[in-house]
Protein backbone atom coordinates (compact mmCIF):
# COMPACT_ATOMS: atom_id res chain seq x y z
CA UNK A 1 0.00 0.00 0.00
CA UNK A 2 0.88 3.60 -0.49
CA UNK A 3 -0.32 6.58 1.60
CA UNK A 4 0.21 10.16 -0.25
CA UNK A 5 -0.44 13.06 1.55
CA UNK A 6 -0.35 16.43 0.31
CA UNK A 7 0.18 20.14 1.44
CA UNK A 8 1.98 23.16 0.13
CA UNK A 9 -1.98 24.52 -0.64
CA UNK A 10 -3.28 28.16 0.44
CA UNK A 11 -4.18 31.30 -0.67
CA UNK A 12 -1.81 32.94 -3.06
CA UNK A 13 -3.04 36.12 -5.91
CA UNK A 14 -3.23 35.79 -9.63
CA UNK A 15 0.27 35.85 -10.88
CA UNK A 16 2.00 34.03 -7.70
CA UNK A 17 3.43 31.03 -7.60
CA UNK A 18 2.92 28.26 -5.27
CA UNK A 19 4.24 24.60 -4.76
CA UNK A 20 2.80 21.72 -3.90
CA UNK A 21 4.04 18.83 -2.26
CA UNK A 22 2.93 15.06 -1.72
CA UNK A 23 4.64 13.04 0.69
CA UNK A 24 4.80 8.89 -0.12
CA UNK A 25 5.03 6.29 2.13
CA UNK A 26 4.33 2.89 2.63
CA UNK A 27 6.46 1.97 -0.39
CA UNK A 28 9.45 3.42 -2.09
CA UNK A 29 7.69 5.00 -5.39
CA UNK A 30 10.55 5.77 -7.29
CA UNK A 31 9.26 3.07 -9.45
CA UNK A 32 5.77 4.33 -9.54
CA UNK A 33 4.08 6.53 -11.90
CA UNK A 34 3.22 9.83 -9.99
CA UNK A 35 0.92 12.44 -10.67
CA UNK A 36 -1.09 15.25 -10.12
CA UNK A 37 -5.14 15.94 -11.23
CA UNK A 38 -6.89 18.90 -10.04
CA UNK A 39 -10.79 19.47 -9.67
CA UNK A 40 -12.74 23.05 -9.24
CA UNK A 41 -15.88 23.27 -7.54
CA UNK A 42 -18.79 22.22 -10.25
CA UNK A 43 -16.00 20.24 -12.25
CA UNK A 44 -14.89 16.96 -12.93
CA UNK A 45 -10.97 15.85 -11.89
CA UNK A 46 -8.78 16.78 -14.24
CA UNK A 47 -5.33 15.59 -15.49
CA UNK A 48 -2.55 18.03 -14.60
CA UNK A 49 0.66 16.07 -15.16
CA UNK A 50 2.75 13.34 -14.68
CA UNK A 51 6.08 11.98 -14.04
CA UNK A 52 7.27 8.37 -15.40
CA UNK A 53 9.14 5.87 -13.09
CA UNK A 54 12.25 7.86 -11.43
CA UNK A 55 11.49 10.93 -13.43
CA UNK A 56 12.31 9.72 -16.69
CA UNK A 57 9.64 12.05 -18.48
CA UNK A 58 6.90 14.42 -17.90
CA UNK A 59 4.01 15.51 -19.51
CA UNK A 60 2.12 17.98 -18.82
CA UNK A 61 -2.07 19.14 -19.65
CA UNK A 62 -1.71 21.07 -23.08
CA UNK A 63 -2.72 24.39 -21.26
CA UNK A 64 -0.74 24.30 -18.17
CA UNK A 65 2.80 23.53 -20.00
CA UNK A 66 4.84 26.06 -19.37
CA UNK A 67 3.27 27.40 -16.08
CA UNK A 68 3.63 23.98 -13.93
CA UNK A 69 6.56 21.82 -13.33
CA UNK A 70 6.38 18.26 -12.10
CA UNK A 71 9.44 16.86 -10.45
CA UNK A 72 10.46 14.23 -7.35
CA UNK A 73 12.68 13.54 -5.06
CA UNK A 74 13.31 10.12 -5.14
CA UNK A 75 15.46 10.74 -1.60
CA UNK A 76 12.72 12.30 -0.11
CA UNK A 77 9.87 9.85 -1.51
CA UNK A 78 8.16 13.08 -2.30
CA UNK A 79 6.22 14.23 -5.42
CA UNK A 80 6.14 18.14 -6.45
CA UNK A 81 4.22 20.59 -8.33
CA UNK A 82 5.57 23.64 -9.20
CA UNK A 83 2.82 26.74 -10.24
CA UNK A 84 3.53 30.02 -11.69
CA UNK A 85 1.52 32.59 -13.09
CA UNK A 86 -1.21 31.66 -11.59
CA UNK A 87 -4.92 32.05 -12.40
CA UNK A 88 -7.99 32.36 -10.69
CA UNK A 89 -8.88 29.30 -12.79
CA UNK A 90 -5.99 27.63 -11.05
CA UNK A 91 -8.25 27.62 -7.59
CA UNK A 92 -9.10 23.79 -7.08
CA UNK A 93 -8.30 21.16 -4.72
CA UNK A 94 -5.33 19.40 -6.48
CA UNK A 95 -4.74 15.54 -5.69
CA UNK A 96 -1.24 13.63 -5.99
CA UNK A 97 -1.90 10.11 -7.54
CA UNK A 98 0.28 6.95 -8.04
CA UNK A 99 0.57 3.55 -9.49
CA UNK A 100 3.11 1.18 -10.78
CA UNK A 101 4.99 1.93 -13.63
CA UNK A 102 4.08 -0.15 -16.48
CA UNK A 103 6.69 0.33 -19.42
CA UNK A 104 3.89 -0.10 -22.20
CA UNK A 105 1.02 1.88 -23.11
CA UNK A 106 -0.03 5.37 -23.03
CA UNK A 107 0.75 7.90 -20.22
CA UNK A 108 -1.82 7.58 -17.72
CA UNK A 109 -4.20 10.62 -17.67
CA UNK A 110 -7.21 9.47 -16.20
CA UNK A 111 -8.23 9.25 -12.84
CA UNK A 112 -9.05 5.12 -13.30
CA UNK A 113 -5.57 4.65 -14.17
CA UNK A 114 -4.49 5.67 -10.75
CA UNK A 115 -4.45 3.31 -8.02
CA UNK A 116 -3.79 5.22 -5.19
CA UNK A 117 -4.85 8.78 -4.21
CA UNK A 118 -4.11 11.25 -1.43
CA UNK A 119 -6.78 13.68 0.07
CA UNK A 120 -6.14 16.87 -1.57
CA UNK A 121 -5.07 20.43 -0.81
CA UNK A 122 -6.90 23.52 -1.70
CA UNK A 123 -5.38 25.97 -3.69
CA UNK A 124 -7.29 29.59 -4.50
CA UNK A 125 -5.85 31.97 -6.57
CA UNK A 126 -7.57 35.61 -5.97
CA UNK A 127 -7.88 37.98 -8.98
Known amino acids: QVQLVESGGGLVQAGGSQRLSCAAS????????MAWFRQAPGKEREFVAA????????YYAVSLKGRFTISRDGAKNTLYLQMSSLKPEDTAVYYC????????????????????WGQGTQVTVSS
Open 97 to 116: AARPYRPYGDVPVTQKEYDY
Open 26 to 33: GRTVSSYT
Open 51 to 58: TLALGSET
